[in-house]
C-alpha cells in the first residue's frame, strides 16, 4: 500500500528566507505528483503538478522536485513572504491502486514577519 | 468557470438523522472522491469513483454512502450520522487519464453532529 510523509510536520521561519519542504513516497510506480496549499478551514489549492517523467517544475517563486527511484519530492519556496504561511500537502496518484490519489499529512508552514 | 461544488458549506445535525452533502463538478471528469479533514489526521479518504456506476472504499468508508449515477455528482450520504463524523468534508475530481491530470477540491463542508 503507498505510503506518503512529509517532513517536517511544522515550519516557522523568518520572512525572506528560502526553505524546503519534503515528501516521500514508499511505491514509486506513479503517474504523477501534486502540492497543494490550504488555509486554516479552507479548500485545498493545486500549486505544482509533477508528470512521473519529469523531474522539476516552476511557479513563480516555487520550485518542486520529483525523484521517482528514490520516492522524494520537495518543493522549494524561494524568498518567503507572510502570505506563504499555510499547511502545504503533496499527493501521489499511483499506477497500482486505480489511480487514486494517496496525500501526505502536511507540514504547516509560519513565515514571520 | 471549471469548478467542484459542494453544498451545503456549513451544516449542523442531530445523531441519527440521515442527511446529504452534495457534490457537483462542472469538468467532465471520470474521478471524484470524498475526503475527511480532522485536526492530527490529516486528510483521509472515504469513498472514490473512478466512473459512473463504479465506486471504492477508501480509508475510512464506514457509516458513509455514496452513489454515482450521473458522471457530474457524487454525493455522500450519513445514513445515521454520530458524534465522530463531525468533520471537514471536501470533494475532489480529475480526469481518469493518469498523466499531468490535476486534482480539483471543493471548498468544503463543516459538518457537526451533535
Known amino acids: 500500500k503507498q505510503e506518503v510523509t512529509q517532513i517536517p510536520a511544522a515550519l516557522s521561519v523568518p520572512e525572506g528566507e528560502n526553505l524546503v519542504l519534503n515528501c516521500s513516497f514508499t511505491d514509486s510506480a506513479i503517474y504523477n505528483l501534486q502540492w497543494f496549499r490550504q488555509d486554516p478551514g479552507k479548500g485545498l489549492t493545486s500549486l505544482l503538478l509533477i508528470q512521473s517523467s519529469q523531474r522539476e517544475q516552476t511557479s513563480g517563486r516555487l520550485n518542486a522536485s520529483l525523484d521517482k527511484s528514490s520516492g522524494r519530492s520537495t518543493l522549494y519556496i524561494a524568498a518567503s513572504q507572510p502570505g506563504d504561511s499555510a499547511t502545504y500537502l503533496c499527493a501521489v496518484r499511483g499506477r497500482s491502486y486505480g489511480q487514486n490519489f494517496v496525500f501526505g499529512p502536511g507540514t504547516r508552514l509560519s513565515v514571520l514577519p | 468557470e471549471a469548478q467542484v461544488t459542494q453544498n451545503p458549506r456549513y451544516l449542523i445535525t442531530v445523531t441519527g438523522k440521515k442527511l446529504t452533502v452534495t457534490c457537483s463538478q462542472n469538468m467532465n471528469h471520470e474521478y471524484m472522491s470524498w475526503y475527511r479533514q480532522d485536526p492530527g489526521l490529516g486528510l483521509r479518504q472515504i469513498y472514490y469513483?473512478?466512473?459512473?456506476?463504479?465506486?471504492d472504499k477508501g480509508d475510512v468508508p464506514e457509516g458513509y454512502k455514496v452513489s454515482r449515477k450521473e458522471k457530474r455528482n457524487f454525493p455522500l450520504i450519513l445514513e445515521s450520522p454520530s458524534p465522530n463524523q463531525t468533520s471537514l468534508y471536501f470533494c475532489a475530481s480529475s480526469l481518469s487519464e493518469g498523466r499531468g491530470k490535476k486534482l480539483f477540491f471543493g471548498s468544503g463542508t463543516q459538518l457537526s453532529v451533535l
Open positions: 469513483s473512478m466512473n459512473v456506476e463504479v465506486t
